[in-house]
């Protein structure tokens, strides 16, 4: 298959909807990006990687990095972390506290706001004062990239705006599902939600989850194949808050966004991709992003269905 092709075909078809969607506007330091930029990265098992647009900028991976921490919680704990965090998609924005209320402070899913708050609070566990530093380092290695980091002015900037986040921990420490000191869990919600990647970086990081947990390219082994089952049901069906079935019926295959405009999908057995435009949906999620990944599998065949 013809990939520098087809990538080029995607940046010209894209290119009319730049007129729109939105940057995320509620974390300001999120506001100032510049909105009319576009890279798409592809990852492949035996080391080839293919590019086209701003791939070497980096961006706010933002909720992308949820991945990460669930995939490291995961690891940890095993399935005992499915008392504290559910795997159902919630049908409800992405820092809907409503839900959560009537559930008894149990979140739906890992990869909505107040599931990673519990995640990073579960790691936390663990690491105690570390916590942060496991994060990064973890991403660093999935990377194979030491110089990975995270941006102080957005973490600062969501720490000043977050009072959802906020609503959402102290609820949740209400239903007693939080364990460690609310400000501490979510300054270190707010660092992993602030790491910066750009899209060559975000897809070879996730290519163990192409290949049952196992990086096919230096052989490592992050997490179980039955694991790395679960983290790409949960990519498909919850990946993309209350726009998955959406994204699962435009595109076919498990993925995760970000409000920096990112969004990672994963083709098992072949590849892992990662696509960035900063304006959003009203849900969400990156309108050009999601509309380069459903041009992709159309074009390619490649999708799980
Ligand atoms: N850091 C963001 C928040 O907590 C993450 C949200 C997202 O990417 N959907 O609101």
């Not at 973490?155 to 000191?181: Q, V």
Request: charged share 20%; aromatic share 10%; proline share 3%.
């Amino acid at each position: 298959m013809n990939f520098d092709q087809i990538l080029k075909e995607i940046q010209k078809e894209i290119a009319p909807l730049f007129k729109e969607g939105q940057v995320a506007n509620y974390i300001p330091a999120l506001a100032n990006v510049n909105p009319n930029q576009f890279a798409m990265s592809l990852q492949l098992f035996d080391g080839t990687s293919h590019h086209i647009g701003d791939v070497d900028t980096e961006f706010s991976i933002q909720s992308i990095s949820k991945v990460y921490t669930f995939t490291l919680a995961l690891h940890l704990y095993g399935k005992e972390l499915y008392k504290n965090v559910g795997h159902e998609p919630s049908g409800n924005s992405f820092n809907s506290l409503i839900q959560l209320e009537y559930e008894h402070g149990i979140p739906r899913n890992p990869f909505i706001n107040a599931g990673a708050i519990v995640t990073t609070d579960l790691l936390m566990n663990t690491y105690k004062d570390e916590t942060f530093a496991k994060i990064l380092s973890f991403i660093q290695e999935v990377c194979d990239d030491e110089k990975i980091t995270y941006d102080k002015e957005v973490a600062f900037s969501e720490k000043e705006h977050g009072y959802r986040n906020l609503a959402l921990i102290n609820m949740m420490k209400s239903f007693d599902n939080i364990t460690n000191d609310t400000h501490n869990v979510i300054a270190d919600y707010f660092k992993h939600c602030s790491i910066s990647m750009n899209t060559k970086q975000l897809c070879r990081s996730m290519l163990f989850l192409a290949n049952h947990g196992i990086d096919p390219i230096n052989n490592k082994q992050y997490l179980t194949s039955s694991q790395a089952k679960r983290i790409n049901s949960l990519m498909l069906t919850c990946g993309h808050y209350d726009a998955s079935g959406d994204f699962a019926f435009q595109v076919g295959l498990p993925g995760k966004s970000g409000v920096g405009g990112g969004i990672v999908a994963i083709v098992p057995g072949v590849m892992a991709l990662s696509v960035w435009s900063p304006q959003l949906n009203k849900k969400g999620n990156s309108l050009i992003g999601t509309k380069a990944l459903e041009l992709f599998t159309t074009k390619t065949g490649l999708s799980i269905f």
